[in-house]
């Protein structure tokens, strides 16, 4: 049977069944409209019991031996490549993805659960010194409990995991909010892996619902000590705001207005391939995706005359068939919200290289130019096969323009000096710069996160340790201490 028969349901403590709420979510295909689904919303009062049953659950596997916990991601790494073809169908059919797409979102998340693996036997302590005679100190790192997930409908499958396998590994229980257009994809699919590689019962809890029915319930409730939020700034700045009016951690992965950064001695070839790749990578449907190629005028008429040609031949269609490059957006809102930004910028004396066709979901790309520095367009995020290309003069404007924007988590160089290169980078107000790379990387040992309107925190690596535990100190007095009274 279909993942979206079998898994369109609410998964609670372990049981799987329907909301109790009034209304129902439909998924949707996004390339041809299909109705794969309907399910009805989990209420209040199934978010609280999703967390009691969490906070239950997560007290006896904080105890398990690390290595009980380290079998369970061995076997999701089984189940994942066994159910692998199954999976892709889902990605395709419940995004939109495209099967290049699906292979790589499916091969990072078995990376992720190979570093759970890691993870699971971290040494979390360590003895300090003390001045006081005879005395020891020992900092724990102890789990946080349970951690609320958000995740977004781009890459769903890995940006629910991302969070949801570091937390468990170090001991945590998780409630997963999918996004309501990935529901699937983006939660039940997760708790189904879990489930199948012997996960305990309660640990990963999966409630498919909306604000307008639990309001704020999921951040506000009072078990979840860490909120991990994937998201847009907006809604982020919100989470931000109620989950800190209730002393709660928050680790928030937002959006991004990526520069990819051409200076006047880069590989033109080389750095058109990492450009096409870096805008239409999914729809552009990804925060790390390069919003604006900045190009040394030097280098902007060949390499905007190849740029352009190597975007008019990108396959636009069905993202089943593999020679597809660029399949729908999740929705018609979005494809809405691209064409009136193309429309936007043309208005305010943009030229249009290639000027984009909407049918549907799906939208072609378009390459802009002569965009005036006062457009909108430059400084926010456009999240659809748009691509911006603005000319500088030399690498001080090279870097000026990247930073000229509120949001700050990628951007690339291309440079045939890796020096410069990376000075350059280091220059750029973001939390991940890569020369003579694409912008759009993602590694479990590396600290991703963003700058200023990108986020907060960081994920992947130590950094998940600082994320998902908190500190405690224990003393050890080992001779009498002498009190002043």
Known sequence: MSYFTDLALQCIDGEWRPGTGSWDIIDF??????????????????????????????????????????????????????????????????????????AFEIHMVKE??????????????????????????RVYRD??????????????????????????????????????????????LVAKVLEDAGLPPGLVNVVITDSAEIGDTLIEHPVPKVISFTGSDRVGRHVSTVAGRNFKRVILQLGSNSGLVVLDDADVDYAVDAAVYSRFVNQGQLCMAANRIIVDRRLEPEFTEKFVERVSRLVVGDPENPETHIGPLINSRQAERVTAIVEQALAEGATALLHGEVDGNLVSPSVLTDLPENSLLRHEEIFGPVALIIPVDGEEEAVRVANDTPYGLAGAVHSADIERGIAVARRIDAGMVHVNDSTVADEPIVPYGGEKLSGLGRLNGPQVVEAFTTTR???????RSEFPF
């Open 29 to 102: 295909n996004p390339y041809n409209g299909e109705k794969l689904a309907s399910i009805t919303v989990a209420t209040r009062d199934e978010v609280d019991e999703a967390y009691r049953a969490a906070e239950r659950a997560q007290r006896e596997w904080a105890a398990t031996n690390p290595y009980t916990r380290r079998r369970v991601f061995e076997r999701a790494i089984r189940v994942i490549e066994e159910s692998e073809p199954r999976i892709t169908e889902a990605i395709i059919a419940e995004l939109g993805g495209t099967r290049h797409k699906a």
């Open 112 to 137: 992720f659960f190979r570093e759970a693996l890691q993870l699971s036997l971290n040494p979390l302590g360590e003895i300090l010194p003390s001045s006081v005679p005879g005395k020891e100190n």
């Open 473 to 479: 100190w224990v003393s050890i007095q080992r001779e």
């Open 143 to 188: 789990p946080v409990g349970v951690v609320g997930i958000i995740s977004p409908f781009n890459y769903p499958f890995l940006l629910a995991v991302k969070s949801a396998a570091p937390a468990l590994a170090l001991g945590n229980a998780v409630v997963l909010k999918p996004h309501q257009s990935t529901p699937v994809c983006g939660g039940t």
